[in-house]
Every structure is written in structure tokens, then in C-alpha cells.
């Protein structure tokens, strides 16, 4: 996708109204005469007054009667006109919007000259413009503005909100979206992603400042404005120092001496400048660099969708580039540089590539290893790790043993960002965060996931496996399992027709049995259901008094059955899903001392396979299993 045209328009949008004949309906109508008369951009002004001359109503209706909203994970879309979509009138109504909620949040007139926002993009069309258009809002409302000049890594943005103590942070990203996608996210005072209730007054707040104010457009406000200032030459360095003090000195020296070599692939994000600078620090042998996926290029050309949970489609160049160079492990970024994938090769020539869970295992058992090496005095009962009911129990597993306290909750990395800072402020040490799409928090460093610290701690750790006892990350993984137990996971998706398809399914499942409730057991009594946590309507049976502590959210559906065996599944679904789905998520759980792993795997397979035949009724309510389906 080229990028979005940026010459003013010749004809004034006035002028537009008068020879253009409108549909009729009111408020469609409505709509195209707000964008006529906001749009300055010729190429997205273009697409709706073509459409209208067009008299394709129906696409009008979509793009122009909705509007994009900003949720819990930011505000995502494809670059196209429309108040449905991402282009420059939405953006710099978020701006807009975003800008009001800090200055009620903050009235004082002083913070904002101080203390400021910090602004960043990725390497995606419009990305730059886009940040440019939002510097710009800011500075028009005396805000003191950090406006990073070059493309950066995700991670900076929260960095820089603690290390300069700004207000907020927006970064410019799709992260691992189509490259017909862009967007944003906002962080807040804390440095973590914004969440209940911050996420839902942004969005009332861009819904009323939509119309862009004249001053927005003008981007010559961004020369030389005594309010705005570059904060790469300062942050850069004190990203590094801050992640290197997470590596003991004794696993520095190890690395240095060590000969394991890393192929690197950021698909063809922003990491490679970022990641090359990491693994100098932590003296690493200099990465491999997957030479058609080095440089930013927001084509993608050699994917079809920049996702590293795509697994081997993803880290295929990858791959082929480690067996040119002999080399055993793989490294990859998302494209914004938040999220860490790893392969290894077996010994029996295969690759291996880690699930978002068993990297979590390794990373997780890794930074309580190098806490206990790097505090003179650790006290690993005052130690935290975090992860979410939809990942894998491993480290939960780990804490019974270690003693440290694992916290489970809902599958939102804001929520595990806001959640660390809490903990950390009542005195507790944080040692690691995780979800299991590959997002990770190594410390406290800053508080949301981060591609390049956790790749740092990974490459260190396997370096010193191999330099230490000559093992891989492979058997580092089945050792963690032989002391802690067996764990495995499942995830997929089922679509669905409707939305209402799938309040129906979950209407059936709260009223399954004929005395009514939830269902008690699977296979015909087989497997029994032993608890039941459903957080749309707030119930816990693990509890006495029944409540569930954890976050209810009636928008959405979410229902975690524990079967007696160690197996768990949660099936949810998502706000505002474009296609109306089902995701499910199984884990099961095994004992130290059950090392039959194939008949615990098989359980998990024949568990999860029955549950949705049982609970919801694929064939009844025509769901799809897109694994099963061709083009």
C-alpha cells in the first residue's frame, strides 16, 4: 500500500459541497459533509468524494457512520478515509481527544511545559506524519513535547515516560498488523499501557474533539518550537544501562567468552539498529542479520502478515539464513520490536520453535536463576511473577517449589504493566511478566512487554547453559518440566455467522444442565468439572462466597472450567472483533512425578477436542475451524 497523499486541495471544501449530489439519507449525509469540510488531505478526500459521485452508498455508510474506537490494546485500522479507519482526520482527532483528557486529568500548566508527552512511530506508511500530526495537537496546547526523530522500538515510549517522568506516550504502530494497518497506543503517567478506566475515557473524549481544529494541520509548528525536543541521545544509553544491570556481571563474562552465534530477523521492523546496540552491551557475539528482512520496509514484502506467532511461515528466511551460517538459534521481533520469538535446532537436525508459554518457562526460571546471582541477599519469598489465566501454569508450578508468589490474571498486558507497579510499590520484587503471544516484562525496567531486554536475558542464558554444562534451551526446557511437571497448552479459534450465534453458545453453556447451571463434567462423566470462574457474569466457584476476584466484563464472554486432572480451558471472545470468534484456550497442568509427558499431551488433545464438541456445538452452530478449511 503507497502512502497516503498529503497536497493540500485546490478546491475549497465549500465549494465541494455545492457539486456534490448526496444520497438522501440524513444522517449519511451528514457524515460526507464533515468530511468534506475537515479533510485536508487530497488522497482520503478524494476516496469519499469519488464514492459519492459514485453513489456507493453502502461503502459511505460503512466508513463515514462508525467510528474506530480506542480499546484496551489501542486503536488499530486500515489506512483509508474514513471515520472508520485510520488517516489523518482520525488521528488528529484522537489527538485531539487524548490531549483534552490530560489536560482535565492534569489541569496544571506546569506539568504539561515540564513534564510533557513523549511521541514515537514505527516504520509503517504514514507512521511518521501521523506523530508529526499528534506532536503538533500537543504543542498547540502548550505542552512540553518529546518527539523521538527517528523510528523506535515500542518499548522506548513507556522507558522514556519513567525515565523523564512525562505525563503520557503515544506511539505510532499496527505492531504485527497487515501492512494495510496503522495505529496507536497511549501510555500513561506510570509508563504502562492505559487501562479501565483511562482506555474508556479516551474514547469518549476522542468521540467529542472529532472535528480537527485548523492548527492541527499546520505542521511547520514542528520547526523550532521552543516546547519540542528530541529525546533519542538521551534515552538511548539509558535503555541499555538499564537493561545490562539485569545481567549479572559473572553471565557478562560468560557471554563474552562464549562462540554461540544468533540469527536475527526483526521482519522487516525497526529492531535490527536496536538489537545490534543490545547485544554489543551484553558482549555478545555480533547477530546474524536475515539480510531480506534487515531494513524497515513497511511493504513486509517477504510476509504476508509481519507476525512472528505465524511460527514457520514467519521464521522460514530465518531459518534457511541459520542453516547457511551453521548456526543453531534464531531470534525474532515483531515489528515494533515488543514481542520475542525463538528456534533452536535439535539434534536430530530438526527446528524447534518455541510457543509463546515454553519461552516463558525458560525465561521465567531464568530470572529467578540470575536474581539469586545478581542480589547479595535475595529473599525469593518477596519475589513476583505474572502471567494470565489464558497462559500456561508453569510458572505457578515453579513458585509452589521456589517459594516465590506467581499472579494470574486477566489477558491484558496493561493489566499485567499496571498490576507489577502496584506490586512493586508495596515492596515487592518483580521479576517477570508474560502473556503468551509472545509478550514478555524482564524486570522492572519498564513496565509493558519488550522484544529486546528479554532477547538480551535469552541469548545470556543460553550461553551460559552451553558454556556452563554444554545443554541447549531444548533440555533446559524438559529439566524445568522433570522438576516442576509436564505442562502443555492449546490455543485456536472457532467463527462464528453473528455475534448473537455466540451469545446463544454461551446463553447454553450457563444453562446446559435441566436442573439449569453450568455443565459438570465431559465425555460422560470421564473428566469432572471441579471449578468454574466465568467473568462475564462474575462468578468463582473456587471461592466460598463464589465472587471472582478478578476483573468482570459484561461486554464480553469468559469461562474457565478446572477438571479434576490438571486440565483447564477458558473459551472467550473479544470486544469489537471484526470476525465474530470463539478462542480457546487449554492447559493442562502435570505432577513432577507423572513423566508419562505422550499420555498427558494425548489428554489434552482428547479433553480440548471434546469440550467444544460438547460445550459448543460446532455443527449445531456452524461454526468454522479456519485450520480446517482451504482456499
Avoid at 414 to 441: H, Q
Amino acid at each position: 500500500m503507497s502512502a497516503i497523499g498529503r497536497r493540500k486541495v485546490a478546491m475549497s471544501p465549500q465549494e465541494l459541497l455545492k457539486i456534490l449530489v448526496l444520497s438522501g439519507d440524513e444522517d449519511l449525509d451528514k457524515q460526507i459533509r464533515f468530511w468534506v469540510l475537515w479533510d485536508r488531505n487530497e488522497a482520503t478526500l478524494n476516496q469519499v468524494t469519488g464514492a459519492v459521485k459514485e453513489q456507493d452508498w453502502d461503502a459511505l455508510r460503512i466508513r463515514l457512520c462508525s467510528r474506530i474506537q480506542y480499546l484496551r490494546t489501542g486503536m488499530r485500522g486500515g489506512m483509508r478515509a474514513g471515520f472508520d479507519s485510520i488517516n489523518d482526520v482520525v488521528i488528529i482527532g484522537a489527538a485531539q481527544g487524548i490531549c483534552a483528557y490530560i489536560i482535565d486529568f492534569y489541569p496544571s500548566i506546569q506539568k504539561r511545559t515540564e513534564q510533557g508527552v513523549v511521541v514515537g512511530y514505527d516504520g509503517r506508511y504514514n507512521s511518521k506524519r501521523f506523530a508529526h500530526l499528534i506532536a503538533t495537537v500537543f504543542l498547540n496546547n502548550d505542552f512540553k513535547v518529546y518527539l523521538f526523530s527517528r523510528m523506535v522500538p515500542t518499548p522506548f515510549i513507556p522507558f522514556t515516560i519513567v525515565t523523564l517522568k512525562c505525563l503520557a506516550g503515544i506511539i505510532v504502530t499496527a505492531s504485527h498488523n497487515q501492512k494495510e494497518d496503522n495505529g496507536l497506543k497511549v501510555y500513561w503517567t506510570n509508563g504502562a499501557q492505559v487501562m479501565e478506566p483511562h482506555d474508556q475515557r479516551i474514547n469518549e473524549y476522542i468521540g467529542n474533539h472529532m472535528e480537527p481544529k485548523p492548527s492541527s494541520w499546520e505542521l511547520t509548528m514542528l520547526d523550532g518550537h521552543p516546547l519540542l525536543e528530541d529525546p533519542y541521545r538521551l534515552i538511548f544509553p539509558q535503555f541499555y544501562e538499564a537493561l545490562k544491570k539485569l545481567i549479572p556481571s559473572v553471565y557478562l563474562e560468560s557471554n563474552e567468552c562464549s562462540q554461540l552465534r544468533f540469527v536475527y530477523t526483526p521482519l522487516h521492523g525497526v529492531g535490527f539498529t536496536f538489537m545490534r546496540e543490545a547485544f554489543y552491551q551484553a558482549r555478545l557475539k555480533p547477530l546474524i542479520p536475515v539480510p531480506e528482512q534487515k531494513d524497515v520496509d513497511p511493504e513486509f514484502p517477504t510476509l504476508p502478515k509481519p507476525n512472528p506467532e505465524a511460527g514457520r511461515d514467519a521464521l522460514k528466511l530465518g531459518i534457511k539464513k541459520a542453516e547457511q551460517e551453521h548456526c543453531t538459534l534464531i531470534l525474532a521481533n515483531d515489528p515494533d520490536g515488543d514481542r520475542l520469538a525463538v528456534a533452536e535446532l535439535d539434534p536430530r537436525g530438526r527446528w524447534k520453535l518455541f510457543n509463546g508459554n515454553e519461552l516463558a518457562a525458560l525465561l521465567g526460571w531464568w530470572a529467578l536463576d540470575s536474581y539469586k546471582v545478581r542480589v547479595a541477599k535475595p529473599q525469593v519469598s518477596n519475589c513476583i511473577m505474572i502471567g494470565t489465566l489464558i497462559s500456561s501454569r508453569i510458572l505457578a508450578s515453579m513458585a509452589r517449589v521456589e517459594g516465590f508468589v506467581y499472579v494470574e490474571g486477566i489477558p491484558s498486558f496493561p493489566w499485567i504493566a499496571n498490576r507489577a507497579l502496584e506490586l512493586e510499590k508495596s515492596g515487592r520484587t518483580v521479576l517477570f511478566g508474560f502473556e503468551d503471544c509472545f509478550g514478555y516484562m524482564f524486570g522492572m525496567t519498564l513496565p509493558d512487554k519488550d522484544g529486546i531486554g528479554p532477547a538480551m536475558q535469552l541469548a545470556s542464558m543460553a550461553c551460559h547453559l552451553r558454556s556452563s554444562r554444554n545443554i541447549t534451551l531444548i533440555e533446559k526446557l524438559r529439566e524445568i518440566y522433570e522438576v516442576y511437571g509436564f505442562h502443555s497448552t492449546l490455543s485456536l479459534f472457532l467463527e462464528a455467522e453473528s455475534k448473537e450465534v455466540i451469545d446463544d453458545i454461551f446463553e447454553n453453556i450457563r444453562n446446559s444442565n435441566p436442573d439449569g447451571g453450568y455443565p459438570k463434567s465431559i465425555l460422560d462423566g470421564e473428566f469432572e468439572v471441579v471449578h468454574i470462574r466465568d467473568l462475564t457474569t462474575g462468578l468463582d466457584t473456587s471461592f466460598p462466597d463464589r465472587k471472582a476476584r478478578m476483573p468482570v466484563d459484561e461486554s464480553i464472554h469468559m469461562i474457565t472450567f478446572t477438571f479434576t486432572n490438571g486440565y483447564m480451558v477458558t473459551l472467550r471472545t473479544e470486544a469489537n472483533a471484526h470476525i465474530p470468534k470463539i478462542k480457546i484456550n487449554a492447559d493442562i497442568a502435570g505432577l513432577p512425578e507423572e513423566k508419562d509427558w505422550e499420555d498427558l499431551q494425548d489428554k489434552l488433545n482428547k479433553m480440548t477436542n471434546a469440550v467444544i464438541q460438547e460445550f459448543l456445538q460446532p455443527e449445531e452452530y456452524a461454526l468454522i475451524d479456519p485450520r480446517r478449511t482451504s482456499d
